[in-house]
């Protein structure tokens, strides 16, 4: 993963990712075919483990987005990975991505629906606003931690405030 993380599919070298994993580069490429795909494997190992430790419910969006939040800031690698997809690799790449996407906007859809988080901004923009505030100071963001270093020295503070802005915009208790 560190070599796709640091220099995502097309820097990446599969010489230095067998002579890490201590094993032949040919075997490499006759178990996965090419770089790509392993790098899409990498990926998908690593959505699923989000998607695990990352419990949604649309009835906790400050939550949910602390919790993002938390994890970026701990895995800086799987964030790079996701960014490196996200340039490198058309959005449909990995299907299960974007089915989890959908029916987390589908679940803010419905809340907005029964009254339960306020409806002033559509679902999809709410969804993509919790993710982009909750990765902004990340190892991947292209802001980083420029924006307040104080506010990214202080986690506690900055995870009130990401809490605090994402109950503000989705009218949430």
Known sequence: MSEFAAYGVAGARVDRI?????????????????????????LEKNLVRIYKDLAFTADDLPGYATRVFDF????????????????????????ARAASHDSKVAALEDAQDAGRLGTGFPPAFLMTTVLTLATAWSAASPFG???????????????KSIADAIRLISNAN
Not at 32 to 40: A, D, G, R, S
Not at 72 to 95: K, T
């Open 18 to 42: 067998a002579k890490k994993a201590d094993c032949n580069k040919n075997l490499i490429y006759v178990y996965f075919q090419n770089k790509e795909t392993l790098f899409t494997t990498v």
């Open 72 to 95: 970026a800031m701990e895995h800086p690698d799987i964030l790079r990975l996701l960014r490196w997809s996200s340039l490198e690799q058309s959005a449909n790449s990995v299907p």
């Open 145 to 159: 931690t420029a924006i307040d270093p104080d506010a990214a020295r202080d986690g506690s503070a900055l995870r």
